[in-house]
Structure formats: structure tokens, C-alpha cells
T-cell receptor, first 113, second 113 residues
């Protein structure tokens, strides 16, 4: 089983809203990732958690706040987003950070109005 | 970084033909490469990977070739099927770097029946 589950699949929010994206895996992976993907572009890394600790923040604006409550769960809290933040947000996991194959979820399609 | 790129943004083939998707990289310190397939509305799906100490690796209907001399990677798909229609991304990891994957721009493969 190489399943990474993301909820919700679609999300529409206003610029003053607060929302959260959720990601779950039960493969025993200890590294989890958030990527942002704009249309017709490759995924861009946002955050990496390794053993539930934030390892990489790719200079992401503070309106995006990641959280890793335990080794199976990864959240992305959203607040005061801008329309240009509209994108597909992908979660991935791997056995460990740098242990190479990352398995992706289907993503959350976010629209900011 | 944008060291990973693709020669052709789109590729159209007939069903049953073999497909070759190319990828150029510029960082000679990259030690690991991976191909992903992304279908419309889905997250990237792992296809095949290869380490820099190898020149070729085969999977089911797919072969990855690595030419370190010219920093070139290719994905060959045998007997291409309509279900192979997707965007294909190569990604690299730099040895001794941040351990993150850097994705190329992607090639859209269309298989005509």
C-alpha cells in the first residue's frame, strides 16, 4: 500500500478565511512533504518534516503554517491567503528524508477568491 | 534550482509505438534520479528511479537511461497505450545537498488511438 490521503479534494476560500489541509499516510514513513503546484508547472517544495520535526521551509510566507501532529498526519493551516495562492497542494511521504521515493497524494485543489 | 529541464514540452505518439521522453540536468553532483507520471487531476505517481552508479534500469514496459557524460536522462515506454497519456516529470537529488528532489518542467505525452 503506497497511499497518501489528502482532504479535502477541493477548497474554495476567501482571503479572510482560515482553513486547513490534511494529509495522512499509514506506510510508517517518517518524512512528509508539502508541495505547491501551479497549472502546467512542476511541483515546488514548500516544507519537509522529518521525524515530526520541521526540516525545511522553502521561504514560504507565514500565511502558510505546517503542522505534524504525529508521524502519520500532516496539516497545512491557511490564513489570509491571496488569489495567487490558488494552486494544487500536494502532500508526499517517504521512508525517511532523503530516502528517495516520495509517494504523493492526489492533492487539494485550492481556489482563493 | 532549475537544473533539471526537458527538451520537449509535448510529445504525441501513436498507440503501440515506443515513446522516449528526455530530460537534461546540469548538476554533475546529482546522484539520484526519478521519473513521475501525473495524470490530469491526480498527484504524481512514481514510475522508476535510477542511481548515478547505473546507466540503465528497466521496469515493466519502461526503461530509464542515464548518460552522465552529457548529463542526460531518458524514459522509454514500450508499446505506448492510451493510459500512458499524462505529464511526465523527471526529478533529481543532489549528493551532499539538501536531500530534496528538484523537478524538471515536465513533458506532456499524448497517445493517439
Amino acid at each position: 500500500d503506497t497511499e497518501v490521503t489528502q482532504t479535502p479534494k477541493h477548497l474554495v476560500m476567501g482571503m479572510t478565511n482560515k482553513k486547513s489541509l490534511k494529509c495522512e499516510q499509514h506506510m510508517g514513513h517518517r518524512a512528509m512533504y508539502w508541495y505547491k503546484q501551479k497549472a502546467k508547472k512542476p511541483p515546488e517544495l514548500m516544507f519537509v518534516y522529518s521525524y515530526e520535526k520541521l526540516s525545511i521551509n522553502e521561504s514560504v510566507p507565514s500565511r502558510f503554517s505546517p503542522e505534524c501532529p504525529n508521524s502519520s498526519l500532516l496539516n497545512l493551516h491557511l490564513h489570509a491567503l491571496q488569489p495567487e495562492d490558488s494552486a494544487l497542494y500536494l502532500c508526499a511521504s517517504s521512508q525517511a528524508f532523503g530516502k528517495n521515493i516520495q509517494y504523493f497524494g492526489a492533492g487539494t485543489r485550492l481556489s482563493v477568491l | 534550482g532549475e537544473s533539471v529541464g526537458l527538451h520537449l514540452p509535448t510529445l504525441s505518439v501513436q498507440e503501440g509505438d515506443n515513446s522516449i521522453i528526455n530530460c537534461a540536468y546540469s548538476n554533475s553532483a546529482s546522484d539520484y534520479f526519478i521519473w513521475y507520471k501525473q495524470e490530469s487531476g491526480k498527484g504524481p505517481q512514481f514510475i522508476i528511479d535510477i542511481r548515478s552508479n547505473m546507466d540503465k534500469r528497466q521496469g515493466q514496459r519502461v526503461t530509464v537511461l542515464l548518460n552522465k557524460t552529457v548529463k542526460h536522462l531518458s524514459l522509454q515506454i514500450a508499446a505506448t497505450q492510451p493510459g500512458d497519456s499524462a505529464v511526465y516529470f523527471c526529478a533529481e537529488k543532489v549528493q551532499g545537498g539538501s536531500e530534496k528532489l528538484v523537478f524538471g518542467k515536465g513533458t506532456k505525452l499524448t497517445v493517439n488511438p
